[in-house]
């Protein structure tokens, strides 16, 4: 198992200070998961005020630029919003300037209200998402230009310069969330997945996931060389009581401050259980394993057991969330990092060499 850190933020000038003050704190974090050993670092993409990032690719670049080993993502980039040909020149020219460090998460938003902003009807999103990446796939690939014609997209004679460092193309995770047919496209074409451990209904998130190994064997792809990335959220403390007491108020406060963007947007993608959540209620997703809070002993057992469950092989985290304050994003990753990373990769290098 890989361990990754999302920043999929929530930003409260009364906590983080400036925008430039924050930005810089959240950079000067990915230089403190370089020296933990982390393995990757991504950044969210939304475009409604003081959450997320308008542009992740200019943070993973910036990521990428302070860093030498460290893996940068997106997680994820919000494909159907944009037009496939900068998406293309955009994350290609990130994998060239980061040595090949480039994790392409990719998926399709729940805000609606970002469609409109973009002028892109969302009844129009599954087919200019499976689109843009069929496009995207083509111009990594190619020896030289080509010419494509889509429903959404006819582009002639198109040769992306630079071409990717890693090849064939970057690592490439598909989201899914809970209905089936982004889990059966994801297999299909070949991708790795990205789910997420904090949905309720953890059985179907099994399926699912079961459905795109089978998709991905049914196509002629070895399930084996693909990974599966799971999110969730992680607050670790030595002081396990205090861990779930912290964990369950940030994730509160953002669950909070998530459904009001919801409200806001004039949408119902967030589900009741979040827009009328409680603390209590957040415990009871601790107690579930939908997300993580406790000390180092209790995460290790815990999240040795969903991922030998579901076979995941990146685990990404989100911790600065919530009106957390700074001090304590810092020490819940250096928490983590110390004392879980390694006994969790003790174990998977036990399995590795049974």
């Known amino acids: 198992m890989r361990f990754g850190i999302c920043y999929n933020i929530d930003y409260h000038p009364d906590v983080h200070g400036t925008p430039e003050q924050y930005t810089t704190e959240l950079l000067e974090q990915v230089d403190l998961l370089e020296e933990l050993g982390y393995d990757s670092v991504w950044f969210s993409e ?3 005020g003081a959450y997320s990032f308008g542009n992740p690719a200019i943070m993973a670049t910036a990521a990428a630029a302070r860093t030498k080993r460290i893996r940068v993502g997106t997680g994820v980039s919000l494909v159907p919003l944009h037009n496939p040909v900068m998406l293309a020149e955009q994350y290609a020219l990130l994998d060239v300037l980061s040595g090949g460090r480039l994790e392409y998460g990719i ?27 069929d496009f995207i796939l083509q111009a990594w690939q190619s020896q030289g230009p080509i010419d494509f014609n889509g429903q959404h997209f006819q582009i002639e004679n198109y040769n992306c310069f630079p071409k990717p460092v890693q090849k064939p193309f970057p ?11 982004s889990y059966v496209w994801a297999g299909q074409k070949g991708l790795n997945l990205g789910t997420a451990l904090f949905m309720p209904d953890r059985d179907a998130i099994r399926r699912n996931i079961g459905l795109w190994r089978q998709n991905l064997a049914d ?6 060389t693909r ?3 799971a999110i969730t959220q992680m607050y670790c403390d030595e002081d396990g009581d205090q861990a779930v007491a912290d964990g369950a108020e940030y994730a509160l406060n953002y669950y909070k401050f998530f459904a009001q963007l919801d409200k806001q947007a004039k949408t119902s993608t967030v589900p009741d259980f979040y827009q009328n959540a409680d603390v209590s209620a957040m415990t009871a997703m601790n107690d579930a394993d939908l997300v993580f809070f406790g000390d180092p002993d209790n995460l290790t057992r815990r999240l040795r057991a969903v991922g030998d469950d579901l076979g995941i092989d990146l685990l990404l985290m989100e911790v ?11 020490k819940a990753l250096e928490t983590f990092g110390r004392q879980v990373m390694p006994r969790l990769r003790e174990r998977a290098a036990e399995l590795t060499t049974a």
């Open 46 to 48: 939304h475009h409604c």
């Open 107 to 133: 998926g399709r938003g729940y805000l609606m209200q970002e469609y409109d902003w973009f002028d892109v009807p969302v009844a129009e999103s599954h087919t200019r998402y499976r689109e843009a990446m």
């Open 219 to 224: 196509h002629g792809h070895d399930p084996s």
């Open 171 to 181: 690592a490439i995770y598909a989201s899914g969330s809970t209905t089936p047919d």
């Open 320 to 330: 600065a969330q919530g009106r957390a304050p700074v001090k304590k994003v810092r």
């Open 227 to 229: 990974e599966l990335c």
